[in-house]
C-alpha cells in the first residue's frame, strides 16, 4: 500500500457516504415558505432602513457607515446584516445566514423603502435574491399592522 492509500481511500468513504445527491438536503420552498421569508426579511430590512434614516437626521445627513455604528449587531441566529453607504445613498441587506429551505436567501433595500411604505400601505420595494441566484424585485411588507 502506498502513502497515498489512507487519503484515497478516506475520499471514497466520504463520496460514498453522501450519496452523491447534490440537492441532498435541500427543499423546495413552498408559497407559504415564501410569504414567511418575505416576512422575516421585509420586517428586519425596513427596521435598519428606518433605524439608519434616524440616525443620519440627528449625524448631520450622513449615514451609518456600518449597522454596528448604529449600536446593532450584525449577526443575529437567523439572519447577517449588512449596510453600506455614502452621504447621500443607503444600501441594506439582510440575508438568511443558512438559506437551504428557504424561498429567498437575501434582499436589499435602500431609502426610498420609508416613502414606498407610507404610500403603499406599509410595502416597500426590495430587491431579493432566491438560493439559486436568481434576482427577484420584490414589494415586502414592515410588519407594522
Same mark, same amino acid.
Given at each position: 500500500?502506498t &502513502?497515498?492509500?489512507?487519503a484515497?481511500?478516506? !475520499?471514497l468513504?466520504? +463520496?460514498?457516504?453522501?450519496?452523491?445527491d447534490? +440537492?441532498r438536503?435541500?427543499t423546495?420552498?413552498?408559497?407559504?415558505?415564501? &410569504?414567511?421569508?418575505?416576512?422575516?426579511l421585509g420586517?428586519e430590512?425596513?427596521e435598519?432602513?428606518?433605524?439608519?434614516? $434616524?440616525?443620519?437626521?440627528?449625524?448631520r445627513?450622513r449615514?451609518?457607515?456600518s449597522?454596528?455604528?448604529?449600536?446593532i $449587531?450584525? !449577526?443575529?441566529?437567523a439572519? +447577517?446584516? &449588512?449596510?453600506? @453607504?455614502?452621504?447621500?445613498t443607503?444600501?441594506?441587506?439582510v440575508?438568511?445566514? &443558512?438559506?437551504a429551505?428557504?424561498?429567498?436567501?437575501s434582499?436589499?433595500?435602500?431609502?426610498? +423603502?420609508?416613502e414606498?411604505?407610507?404610500?403603499?400601505?406599509?410595502?416597500f420595494?426590495? @430587491?431579493?435574491i432566491?438560493? $439559486?441566484?436568481?434576482?427577484q424585485?420584490l414589494?415586502?411588507?414592515?410588519g407594522?399592522?
Amino acid at each position: 500500500m502506498t &502513502r497515498a492509500a489512507p487519503a484515497i481511500l478516506s !475520499l471514497l468513504l466520504l +463520496a460514498a457516504c453522501h450519496g452523491g445527491d447534490p +440537492a441532498r438536503g435541500a427543499t423546495s420552498a413552498s408559497p407559504d415558505a415564501s &410569504r414567511a421569508d418575505q416576512r422575516t426579511l421585509g420586517r428586519e430590512l425596513f427596521e435598519l432602513i428606518d433605524r439608519a434614516a $434616524d440616525f443620519r437626521a440627528s449625524h448631520r445627513g450622513r449615514y451609518p457607515s456600518s449597522v454596528a455604528q448604529m449600536g446593532i $449587531d450584525s !449577526l443575529t441566529p437567523a439572519t +447577517a446584516r &449588512r449596510l453600506s @453607504s455614502s452621504r447621500d445613498t443607503l444600501t441594506v441587506t439582510v440575508e438568511f445566514r &443558512r438559506p437551504a429551505g428557504h424561498a429567498l436567501a437575501s434582499c436589499t433595500g435602500g431609502a426610498d +423603502a420609508l416613502e414606498g411604505a407610507s404610500l403603499n400601505a406599509g410595502r416597500f420595494p426590495a @430587491s431579493c435574491i432566491t438560493p $439559486d441566484g436568481e434576482v427577484q424585485p420584490l414589494e415586502l411588507d414592515t410588519g407594522a399592522r
